[in-house]
């Protein structure tokens, strides 16, 4: 039982990436109409606080990038969108976290900026490669959409990721009995 902890983490982002395509598909009337769209981004939302909550646990970024290929492969189809980006998001904010206050608040804003820095990476890269042919001014529409849910996102499920990250961090032995 104690070897299974170990990967509580990891199941809890692979089942959010799941869940993150379940959401997309069933409120898309919702989530997306003629002037804005929003992105269902669970996934974005736990790597973010598992991040800023296990802050020297190098394996959470093997974790995202792992994550991140399963998420280019079941969503795209295409290598490398999320395979960078995940992986740079758990990196960049364990960097940050240990200079950063622990309050919910705070944690809060950190989502809701890598919440529209993903959206951004995302729209960029795809636009470049030539996926989706969308203008900036549908990006700047989806903004408001993006950072509600994120909102909501992180709300419903704040507690959930901090309390797993903190009892159960990713491969650390010590900490099981």
Same mark, same amino acid.
């Given at each position: 039982?104690?070897?299974?902890?170990?990967?509580?983490? +990891?199941?809890?982002?692979?089942?959010?990436? !799941?869940?993150?395509?379940?959401? +997309?598909?069933? $409120?898309?009337?919702?989530?997306?109409?003629?002037? &804005?769209?929003?992105?269902?981004? $669970?996934?974005?939302?736990? !790597?973010?606080? #598992?991040?800023?909550?296990?802050?020297?646990?190098? +394996?959470? #970024?093997?974790?995202?990038?792992?994550?991140?290929? !399963?998420?280019?492969?079941?969503?795209?189809?295409?290598?490398? #969108?999320?395979?960078?980006?995940?992986?740079?998001?758990?990196?960049?904010?364990?960097?940050?976290?240990?200079?950063?206050?622990?309050?919910?608040?705070?944690?809060?804003?950190?989502? $809701?900026?890598?919440?529209?820095?993903?959206?951004?990476?995302?729209?960029?890269?795809?636009?470049?490669?030539?996926? #989706?042919?969308?203008?900036? +001014?549908?990006?700047?529409?989806?903004?408001?959409?993006? $950072?509600?849910?994120?909102?909501?996102?992180?709300?419903?499920?704040?507690?959930?990721? !901090?309390?797993?990250?903190?009892?159960?961090? &990713?491969?650390?032995?010590?900490?099981?009995?």
């Amino acid at each position: 039982m104690a070897e299974l902890r170990r990967w509580y983490v +990891a199941i809890a982002l692979f089942m959010a990436l !799941i869940l993150d395509g379940v959401l +997309a598909y069933n $409120l898309q009337t919702f989530i997306f109409h003629r002037g &804005f769209s929003g992105s269902c981004w $669970l996934t974005v939302v736990g !790597i973010t606080l #598992i991040a800023l909550c296990d802050d020297k646990n190098d +394996a959470n #970024i093997w974790l995202c990038l792992g994550l991140g290929l !399963i998420a280019d492969l079941y969503y795209l189809g295409v290598i490398g #969108i999320y395979t960078v980006a995940f992986p740079l998001i758990c990196f960049l904010i364990q960097q940050s976290a240990r200079f950063l206050p622990e309050v919910f608040w705070f944690r809060l804003l950190i989502c $809701l900026v890598v919440y529209l820095c993903v959206s951004f990476y995302v729209y960029l890269t795809l636009n470049l490669v030539g996926i #989706i042919q969308l203008s900036f +001014a549908s990006f700047l529409n989806s903004i408001l959409p993006n $950072l509600l849910w994120c909102f909501i996102l992180v709300l419903c499920t704040y507690w959930f990721w !901090i309390k797993l990250a903190e009892e159960y961090p &990713f491969l650390k032995k010590e900490y099981y009995f």
